[in-house]
């Protein structure tokens, strides 16, 4: 498996996350080209995981223990859901994980480290060249 920030986690906020984890557990192999995080604070925010090897990058997952009759209406922005009998508004998952890689991206350009230094790429998040074929 992936090797998980925390190592040890008690509980989950959701069955879903659960699950998603076992999930996590039997693909990301060989773990010492995964590194994942479970619910890690960005800036306040705290997607479900984010999934980082060289091979291809950072993904972030956000998981819902939604069921697609729950769902009312969907747009880019928002879902209108049924959820013990009350509809709520909620977030597009595709939208948080947008909001999210943005603030991944500020919280790098900020700290200086991860960033190109070369013109063309300059201050934008280094990303490996064996991924792209393109210096960054």
Known sequence: ?????????????????????????GVAKPDAHY???????????????LLYSDE???IIFEVKDWVLGQIDEANPHH????????TEFRKNPFQQAHDY????KDKVQKDGHLVSKEPAYFGNPKIPSEVTGVRG
């Open 35 to 49: 590194l994942c995080w479970y619910t890690p604070d960005i800036n306040g925010n705290e997607p479900d995981f």
């Open 56 to 58: 291809v990058g950072l």
């Open 101 to 104: 890689l943005i603030s991944i």
């Open 1 to 25: 498996m992936a090797t998980m920030v925390p190592s040890d986690i008690g509980e989950f906020e959701t069955e879903g996350e659960r699950t998603f984890y076992k999930f996590l557990e």
């Open 79 to 86: 879902f209108l859901i049924q959820i013990k009998g009350k």
